[in-house]
């Protein structure tokens, strides 16, 4: 077996080519989704399962028009429809590229988006917001280079990405200027284990979870059953061993907020199969059917779908 620092180069050479994310690249693509003190101790167990009854459609790649401004950190795109409005709502979107998150706020009525990519490993994108003022910093300079003022600030991620909406929403001046949150299968957290699992072995069932990097979730969802945020998490069956699957912890966060999911059996966006839904409120979490990683990436292609879900009243 390949030795963990050798999987992540490995994967870092295929970053850019994750949205199309054929069976050849599933290595790669797993391994970019892992949170960084997994891939510093080991690598997330190989899943034996493929599964080719479901088809996995993808969207075709287009650089919709609009501006595109490069930013001390990540990249603003303004859809060519809101030249000359001065008031739009922003969205910060976190890993796997810029084209999909750009052509997301193109079907939308007044938005923009600064998409920021970061690598592997969702601490490294935590780490890019351990200063609590570059959050509002990268808004200021966003809105000084565009000469728009922002309304409705959306943070929204998939899979690693999601590391940066979970520390930005733990500073208190940032969390009260986001509205929304939209985090695709991307909750991630350690077990709270005297051993932890090895490649070769599992954690043991109902294992205790690491309550640090949920405790952002927890303040944001509260706040969105009571209708003041929106709250939207996915998650899949993916399942890593070595540390929580995004089942795990939804089902975690969904125990201490005091809401059961709702078994469902209905298509989701991008032929996507939904398994569970829980709603509350402002709150939204839904389970989808996949353990592979196509039905990780058939997340992340969901996000015009799951873009219009955040936008309703």
């Known amino acids: 077996m390949l030795e963990p620092s050798t999987l992540v180069d490995y994967a870092k050479r295929f970053r850019r080519r994750i949205t199309a994310a054929p069976l050849t690249y599933g290595c790669a693509l797993v391994l970019l989704c892992l949170p960084t003190h997994a891939l ?38 303004i859809p060519e429809k809101l030249k000359g409005k001065r008031h739009v709502n922003l969205l910060l979107f976190f890993h796997g590229g810029d084209w999909l998150p750009e052509l997301a706020v193109a079907q939308q009525r007044n938005m923009a988006v ?25 808004i200021a300079s ?14 929204a991620g998939w899979s690693a990405g999601c590391g940066a909406l979970r520390q930005i929403l733990s500073d208190p001046a940032s969390y009260n200027r986001v ?52 709250l939207i998490i996915t998650h899949s069956e993916i399942y890593p061993g070595t540390y929580a699957s995004t089942t795990e912890t939804a089902d975690y966060l969904l125990r201490h907020w005091g809401l ?13 199969q939904m ?3 829980t709603k509350a409120g402002g709150l939204l979490v839904v389970g989808f059917a ?13 996000l015009p779908e799951y873009l219009r879900w955040l936008s309703r009243k």
């Open 179 to 230: 509205s929304r949150v939209l985090c695709i299968d991307g909750v991630y957290a350690g077990y709270l284990t005297a051993a932890p699992p090895t490649n070769t072995t599992a954690a043991p069932a109902d294992s205790a979870l690491e309550p640090a990097n949920l405790q952002s979730w927890l303040h944001f969802g509260t706040d969105a059953i009571a209708s003041r945020k929106r």
């Open 40 to 77: 510093a101790q080991q690598a997330q167990n190989p899943s034996p399962m493929v599964e080719h009854t479901r088809t996995h459609p993808r969207l075709t790649e287009t650089t919709p028009p609009g501006r595109h401004q490069k930013l001390t950190l990540g990249a603003l795109f």
């Open 114 to 138: 600064i998409t920021v990519q970061a690598g592997a490993g969702s601490s490294t994108y935590e780490k890019l917001f351990a200063d609590p003022a570059v959050f509002p910093n990268l």
């Open 142 to 155: 966003a809105q000084a280079a565009a000469g728009v003022s922002f309304a409705e600030v959306y943070l």
């Open 275 to 277: 398994l569970s839904e």
């Open 290 to 302: 996949g353990n592979s990683a196509p039905d990780h990436v058939d997340q992340f292609q969901s």
């Open 260 to 272: 059961t999911p709702h078994p469902v059996a209905r298509w989701g966006p991008m032929g996507t």
